[in-house]
């Protein structure tokens, strides 16, 4: 557990030397910290992004939860606006569209939610459906509405119409 809490410290500490290393030294890419937070996600959530370009190189499971929302590394780097960690997820072919399970947001509604305008745009640059709602039936654009975010109402009223 050392070892696998070494990764997660790696990250954090935005040290891509020490993360090559213990990649090298066959740390698993994939483990989950005593919290149960993974490094992708951390590494997301944090925008370390050559960091987060290691661990997919080291072929990292896009697949992997959060332990609190179960959200993926996208819904991580859109709620922190980590426009640049975005897009690098989105050219590995993270899942662009997953809901959490808890609020059923996806990225897209993440980035509204924070109000992050450049995250959003790559978000949908990406390919993500805005009109998927969330549980309390809010599709992105209602958010943008209802938190009073007028570029990003702007923007996705926008991609709404060109549909």
């Not at 009073?148 to 996705?156: D, E, R, Y």
Request: glycine share 10%.
């Amino acid at each position: 557990s050392r070892r696998m809490s070494s990764l997660m410290a790696a990250v954090k500490a935005n040290d891509p030397a020490l993360v090559s290393r213990l990649l090298a030294d066959g740390v698993s890419v994939d483990a989950a910290d005593a919290a149960g937070d993974r490094p992708l996600i951390m590494a997301a959530y944090l925008g370390h992004t050559e960091v987060l370009e290691q661990l997919l190189a080291a072929g990292a499971d896009l697949t992997v939860l959060d332990p609190g929302m179960r959200a993926t590394a996208l819904h991580a780097a859109a709620y922190a606006g980590r426009t640049e960690a975005a897009g690098v997820l989105i050219d590995h072919g993270i899942a662009i569209n997953q809901q959490g399970p808890v609020n059923g947001y996806t990225a897209l509604h993440d980035a509204v939610w924070q109000n992050h305008l450049a995250t959003a745009r790559v978000i949908l640059a990406g390919g993500a459906d805005p009109s998927i709602c969330a549980r309390d039936g809010q599709t992105p654009l209602d958010l943008a509405r209802s938190k009073g975010h007028p570029a990003l109402v702007s923007l996705l009223e926008t991609v709404v119409a060109t549909g």
